[in-house]
């Protein structure tokens, strides 16, 4: 079993300093493309029903898949879905990874091959009701802002 991310074991106390500290050592952004791999079924159930972590924010109870960062609570969890940031990350989750990349590629040598859209919507609030993201049809023309 390999794992990726910084994997802490250290033995702690639960004290003034834990909470610093978890702040501090959970901020590494997940690539686009791991968190792709995330969206499987498989794999989002695992992450969106994980035993309780307490060197996790909120225990790791209130993940966001897309984003792949963990919130302290569910109340907090939901005022996150309403973030640009979190849109921004939907957004840029409805193209394929690879397909952008070969997409650009592929424009560069003066054939296009147009970029597959999918359905991504945020993670529901019952997390049985996960689906995996859908391929919705090729598409001609995207104006795709990764900024
Ligand atoms: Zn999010």
Do not use: W
């Amino acid at each position: 079993m390999t794992m990726t991310g910084p994997q802490k074991k250290k033995k702690h106390h639960v004290g003034d300093t834990f909470y610093k500290r978890k702040y501090k050592t959970k901020h590494r952004a997940r690539d686009i493309d791991e968190v792709d791999q995330d969206l499987k079924k498989e794999n989002a159930d695992r992450l969106l029903k994980q035993a309780l972590d307490f060197d996790k924010p909120g225990e790791g109870q209130h993940y966001c898949i897309h984003c792949a960062r963990y919130f302290l609570s569910d109340q907090v969890l939901q005022d996150h879905f309403r973030t640009k940031l979190h849109k921004k990350r939907i957004k840029e989750l409805k193209l394929e990874p690879y397909t952008i990349e070969e997409a650009e590629r592929a424009a560069g040598f003066g054939s296009y091959i147009a970029p597959k859209e999918r359905v991504i919507v945020t993670q529901p609030i019952n997390v049985e009701e996960y689906k995996e993201p859908e391929e919705v049809a090729d598409i001609c023309s995207l104006n795709i802002d990764l900024q």
